[in-house]
Antibody, heavy 116, light 111 residues
């Protein structure tokens, strides 16, 4: 069955960096775009970034452009999110999501806390 | 970007009674392939989002049949025929038709 397992979250000071990883299994990874959705404490869901399956087409929400970089390693069935220059407002649970028309597969989330 | 507007944002409910959430999009969600990629998620307190409904009205496996989705074009509805205690949480609509995907603000269902 499809599994998406995130890791790499934690506590970091403002201005610092973190790299999130998502290990995918149970489907042909190279057939799908992949993405990250975040949810700040007590807030709604927000698309952060997504990446195409082969050519490096990427999307970033405006608030993370220039600070976050999404990438993937198709040989390892893995998705990454490099987060630099973190701000307190980036504090959120980050979910790895398989991007298809129906969005049925999400990871359990990893918490990123940015302190001042 | 497509703006998704949910109403109400807070929905007091009564056990055994029906409930309904509206979701409107700023543009038609009919994809060029003919499908309408409108999805409903449920998020219970402390849990990850769980998909309930996709392509407007297709219910996921294991989702009780008291949940139903309907609508077309830009106007969509999630209905709970008889609310049960386990239905408390926040419900989000999301469109997967146009890039970037966008969510509604969420509707909090509570007793």
């Amino acid at each position: 069955q499809v599994q998406l397992v995130e890791s790499g979250g934690g506590l970091v000071k403002a201005g610092g960096s973190l790299r999130l990883s998502c290990a995918a299994s149970g489907f042909t990874f190279t057939n799908y775009y992949m993405g990250w959705v975040r949810q700040a404490p007590g807030k709604g869901l927000e698309w952060v970034s997504y990446i195409s399956h082969r050519d490096p087409t990427t999307y970033y929400t405006d608030s993370v452009k220039g600070r976050f970089t999404i990438s993937r390693d198709n040989a390892k069935n893995s998705l990454y999110l490099q987060m630099n220059s973190l701000r307190t407002e980036d504090t959120a649970v980050f979910y790895c999501v398989r991007v298809d028309g129906d969005y049925g597969y999400w990871g359990q989330g990893t918490l990123v806390t940015v302190s001042s | 970007d497509v703006v998704m507007t949910q109403s109400p944002l807070s929905l007091p409910v009564t056990l055994g009674q029906p409930a309904s959430i509206s979701c409107r999009s700023s543009q038609s969600l009919v994809h060029r392939d003919g499908n309408t990629y409108l999805i409903w998620f449920q998020q219970r307190p402390g849990q990850s989002p769980r998909r309930l409904i996709y392509r407007v009205s297709r219910r996921d496996s294991g989702v009780p049949d008291r949940f139903s989705g309907s609508g077309s074009g830009t106007d969509f509805t999630l209905k709970i025929s008889r609310v049960e205690a386990e239905d408390v949480g926040v419900y989000y609509c999301m469109q997967g038709t146009q890039w970037p995907q966008t969510f509604g603000q969420g509707t909090k269902v509570e007793f």
